[in-house]
Nanobody, 122 residues
Framework: QVQLVESGGGEVQPGGSLRLSCAASGDISSIYAMKWYRQTPGKLRTYVGEITAGGSTDYADSVKGRFTISRDTDKNTMFLQMNDLRPEDTATYFC????????????????WGLGTPVTVSS
């Protein structure tokens, strides 16, 4: 199993920056990718971006050039640096980890954190 804890959310003015963290614990070696999603009330969670075990990153078009995903492998932590924030970035941000079935390279269970809220408002 993998446990995920997000932190770093808060309120910021438009144009401002925040850095979110996602600390992972448990069976870290089974993780093949970690992703960020966001959700606003009454809407589905939407993809923000991801970083694979090999370090490759991918981003949704809506955040390209503004958000950057990185990680500290020593601390088992993924980061989401958010710059030039806009009101439409207001959401609860969740991290998720995709894991392999034990002893295989077959994708298995995804684990989710509880989320951290971000509000962009003047």
């Amino acid at each position: 199993q993998v446990q995920l804890v997000e932190s770093g959310g808060g309120e910021v003015q438009p144009g401002g920056s925040l850095r979110l963290s996602c600390a992972a614990s448990g069976d870290i070696s089974s993780i093949y990718a970690m992703k960020w999603y966001r959700q606003t009330p009454g809407k589905l969670r939407t993809y923000v971006g991801e970083i694979t075990a090999g370090g490759s990153t991918d981003y949704a078009d809506s955040v390209k050039g503004r958000f950057t995903i990185s990680r500290d492998t020593d601390k088992n932590t993924m980061f989401l640096q958010m710059n030039d924030l806009r009101p439409e970035d207001t959401a609860t941000y969740f991290c998720t980890a995709g894991t392999y079935y034990a002893g295989t390279r077959v994708p298995g269970k995804d684990y989710w954190g509880l989320g951290t809220p971000v509000t962009v408002s003047s």
